[in-house]
């Protein structure tokens, strides 16, 4: 929980730092936990099963294969109409259309992964949760009636504290709180297609600096990649010596616009920051992640 911690420590102790670069980190907070808990509800919906809320303390692993099963003959790999629908919704509650997704769906930390990832809790919510099939424009007749039929739940507020106190422990929702109130440089990067911790806490992350007014101090890297902090040794020094020069000289490093669905769907995003050997054109190709363009 490194990049958590990074983020909330910012906050808490102002003075103590210079500047920071969180990876991978949960820059949501609690909005992270609220996705374990959609897993759950969106899936068992899209296959028409009855379900409880709290989920039942059993569900891993039976109920977690039944709807694998239920999705597709080969989960991830080859899905059913149910099955192509759970990996929309996964996409645009994790960022929308971007590349790397597919490629990220079908390996290990994708969307079986997220099945079992999967849980609800007493600090996890979905009241204003918009659930997605489609990639943008008004909602289908099918996407409303999906979102009138699946579950809301209401996370008590106890659980999901922004006082910097953090959240009550017990069921797995305790988080920390961050609020977007650092005052120092940060650059975060963080991979594209993971489906654990998911792309789109880095787009909570500046919405919450940006009501704070400090988002020039927020600089993102979105890095080409499916697996949960898989940095290269490049990405990674790369960031920390722009950080330190822009703490020294105070000209801010280049980074990415992750709220623009049109940037964050170009097949080329992603590209300026990722780092590898030139002769792979700074992709993975063991992962099959797609070449920049």
Same mark, same amino acid.
């Given at each position: 929980m490194g990049g958590h911690v990074t983020g909330f420590a910012l906050e808490q102790w102002p003075n103590d730092f210079a500047g920071a670069t969180p990876r991978g980190g949960v820059m949501g907070d609690s909005e992270l936990f609220d996705y374990f808990q959609d897993v759950y509800l969106a899936g068992e919906t899209l296959i028409g099963n009855t379900f409880a809320?709290?989920?039942?303390? /059993?569900?891993?692993? /039976?109920?977690?294969?039944?709807?694998?099963?239920?999705?597709?003959?080969?989960?991830p790999f080859v899905l059913n109409d149910a099955g192509e629908k759970f990996k929309a919704v996964l996409k645009n509650l994790t960022g929308g259309e971007r590349p790397v997704y597919n490629a990220g769906f079908v390996n290990a930390q994708g969307g079986s992964f997220a099945i079992?990832?999967?849980g609800t809790g007493g600090g996890r919510d979905n009241i204003g949760t918009i659930y997605r099939f489609e990639d943008g424009g008004d909602l289908t007749n099918e996407e409303l009636a999906f979102?009138?039929?699946?579950?809301?739940?209401?996370?008590?507020p106890q659980y999901r504290r922004k006082d910097g106190m953090g959240?009550?422990?017990?069921?797995?929702?305790?988080?920390?709180?961050?609020?977007?109130?650092?005052?120092?440089p940060v650059v975060s990067l963080h991979t594209l297609g993971e489906l654990f911790v998911l792309f789109h806490m880095e787009q909570i992350y500046v919405r919450r600096a940006a009501a704070n007014g400090n988002s020039h101090l927020l600089v993102q890297r979105a890095i080409r990649d499916v697996f949960h902090c898989s940095f290269t040794p490049e990405e990674m020094t790369e960031a920390f010596d722009d950080l330190v020069d822009w703490v020294e000289t105070g000209v801010r490093p280049g980074g990415d616009d992750v709220l623009d669905p049109a940037t964050v769907a170009?097949?080329?995003?992603?590209?300026?920051?990722?780092?590898?050997?030139?002769?792979?054109?700074?992709y993975r190709p063991f992962v099959g992640v797609p070449a920049c363009p």
């Open positions: 809320v709290p989920m039942p303390a /059993d569900y891993q692993p /039976d109920g977690a294969d039944d709807l694998r099963a239920a999705l597709g003959p080969v989960f079992g990832q999967a979102n009138e039929m699946i579950v809301r739940v209401e996370g008590a959240s009550l422990p017990g069921d797995g929702t305790d988080s920390p709180p961050i609020n977007g109130t650092f005052t120092v170009d097949p080329a995003f992603g590209c300026a920051h990722t780092r590898d050997n030139p002769v792979t054109n700074g």
